[in-house]
């Protein structure tokens, strides 16, 4: 791992994610989960603040960055949840089959190498009641702004930890064996529409 990727990146990524109209977009998701969590790509804690913990008792935070849990740590300590870190990768959680009952991912599957995989992960480790929180950037819908996110995807990459663009959330989700039960999407407001377009919602086991 780079010298960027290790001191830089993570507060690349706090900055840019920690904007007000993406906390908007975590305050919708977040506050829904319950009993024992797992976030995909917790990262510096921006989620932290959102969860309700009269429903949680846990949150797991896989992130395989250890740098960015450092700056987590304090965001967490001022809540009043217990969280608990794990370096791994989101395509090979280390948790047991059907053990967590709601599964966090914000601004993750756009970075993961291989999203079909890590939802495929994230499906066996889920509850058979349990249900998968989500808040992304997205391709966007117009053609015109969606050529300029295959044009500029690989240099955002490059800058962004692996971030895409481009990516269907959406037909990622109803190709894995979760369901869909609730969607929305829209530009955010101040945001550049190539990274501005943002899905969320809700996904059961099918």
Known sequence: MSFYQRKILPHVINCACGQPAIAVQRSRVVPQAAGQVLELGIGTGLNAQHY???????????????????????????????????????????LA?????????????????????????????????????IAEHARSPDAGIARWQDRLD?????????????????????????????WDSRYLPKTPKIAGFNVWGEARLA
């Open 97 to 133: 089959s059907a053990s967590v009952d709601s599964v966090v991912l914000t601004y993750t599957l756009c970075t993961i190498p291989e999203p079909e995989r890590a939802l495929r992960e994230v499906a066996r480790v889920l509850r058979a009641e349990g249900r998968v929180l």
């Open 154 to 182: 690989g240099p955002w990459g490059r800058i962004a930890g692996g971030c895409h663009l481009n990516r269907d959330i959406r037909g990622l989700l109803d190709q894995s064996p979760l369901r869909v039960t609730h």
């Open 52 to 94: 309700d913990p009269d429903q949680v008792e846990h949150v797991i935070g896989l992130d395989p960055s250890v740098e960015s849990w450092s700056m987590a740590e304090p965001k967490m300590r001022q809540q009043d949840i217990a969280f608990e870190y794990i370096a791994g990768s989101a395509e090979d959680i280390p």
